[in-house]
């Protein structure tokens, strides 16, 4: 499971304890995450096109893959390129 991700039981509580209209942090509290974990479950749920409450046929392992379907397929983004450190290395640039 990708990290800072809650187990699927977790992650329908939050959802059950949204839709009873408690605040993010209370929900965190609840189920003992951060507000920012639970605020990226909520975005992650309804990108998903989910709605609370589940059908009886979204199994934990459905719910997993349609909420973690792009996980860890994005490339990041840097602010500047990398430099070329292998052409550092072999013209002598780095001191050890």
């Known amino acids: 499971m990708p990290r800072g991700s ?8 939050v959802m059950r304890l949204k839709a009873a209209g408690l605040l993010i942090r209370e929900i965190g509290r ?8 639970v605020r990226q479950t909520i ?12 059908a009886d046929h979204i199994t934990d392992a459905v719910l997993e893959e349609r909420l973690f379907a792009g ?4 490339p990041g983004q840097r602010r500047r390129a990398e430099p070329d450190w ?3 290395a072999s013209s002598g640039g780095c001191n050890r």
């Open 43 to 54: 975005r992650r749920f309804e990108a998903a096109g989910l709605n609370w409450p589940l």
């Open 30 to 37: 609840r189920v003992g995450a951060v507000p920012s974990t």
């Open 6 to 13: 809650l187990a699927m039981r977790h992650v329908r509580d």
């Open 86 to 88: 292998a052409a550092i």
């Open 71 to 74: 996980a860890g397929t994005k």
